[in-house]
């Protein structure tokens, strides 16, 4: 069975950055594509971007593009996300997901939650 | 991008009721349609993909249909734990994926 444990959660200050891990169990990370998804309280599901393992390459979307940073270190079998220049807005539950048939998302991780205060 | 629109926003309805849910994309996506549920403090939950296929272990009574354009998710019965929030998602040919902006069902 395949499971995804997340780091637990953070506050952060803004401007600072923050870096959580999804540990993947049950399963080879190399063969999996891994997303992360980010959910503001009271709000809805917001694709941060994905890594493929297997060939070290990652895709995000505009919105996202130079402020997020995600990789995968096959020898810990964990995935990575990275956030910098945190600003208030960036104050949500963050997360990863397994790629599963047909673009879905098959397996989830518990959420990690991120404060970002002054 | 290719954007997803969910109607309603909000559903009420009774235990037993049938409902359906619809997900509007802005250009084709073939069936590369998936639905999830989530409660509360939790990660969502597939409950179908390819629009119209149901993971493993997920009730009968969810059902999805649709291509192109329109897709739509139906819950033929209501059960208690079946209140929650719906969304569906999509992965297009660039690999990027975008949600719809979620239904809430609720008990009337």
């Known amino acids: 069975q395949v499971q995804l444990v997340q780091s637990g959660d953070e506050v952060k200050k803004p401007g600072s950055s923050v870096k959580v891990s999804c540990k993947v169990s049950g399963g080879t990370l190399s063969s999996y594509v891994i997303s992360w998804v980010r959910q503001a309280p009271g709000q809805g599901l917001e694709w941060m971007g994905g890594?493929?393992?297997?060939?070290?390459?990652?895709k995000y979307p505009q919105k996202f593009q130079g402020r997020v940073t995600i990789t995968a270190d096959k020898s810990t079998s964990a995935a990575y996300m990275e956030l910098t220049s945190l600003r208030s807005e960036d104050t949500a539950v963050y997360f990863c997901a397994k790629k599963g048939n047909s673009g879905s998302l098959d397996y989830w991780g518990q959420g990690t939650l991120v404060t970002v205060s002054s | 991008d290719i954007q997803l629109t969910q109607s309603p926003s909000f559903l009420s309805a009774s235990v037993g009721d049938r409902v359906t849910i619809t997900c509007r994309a802005s250009q084709g996506i073939s069936s590369y349609l998936a639905w999830y549920q989530q409660k509360p403090g939790q990660a969502p939950k597939l409950l179908i993909y390819a629009a119209s296929t149901l993971q493993s272990g997920v009730p009968s009574r969810f059902s999805g249909s649709g291509s192109g354009t329109e897709f739509t998710l139906t819950i033929s019965s209501l059960q208690p734990e079946d209140f929650a929030t719906y969304y569906c998602?999509?992965?297009?040919?660039?690999?990027?994926?975008?949600f719809g902006q979620g239904t809430r069902l609720e008990i009337k």
């Open positions: 998602q999509q992965l297009n040919s660039y690999l990027s994926i975008t």
């Open positions: 890594v493929m393992p297997m060939f070290g390459t990652s």
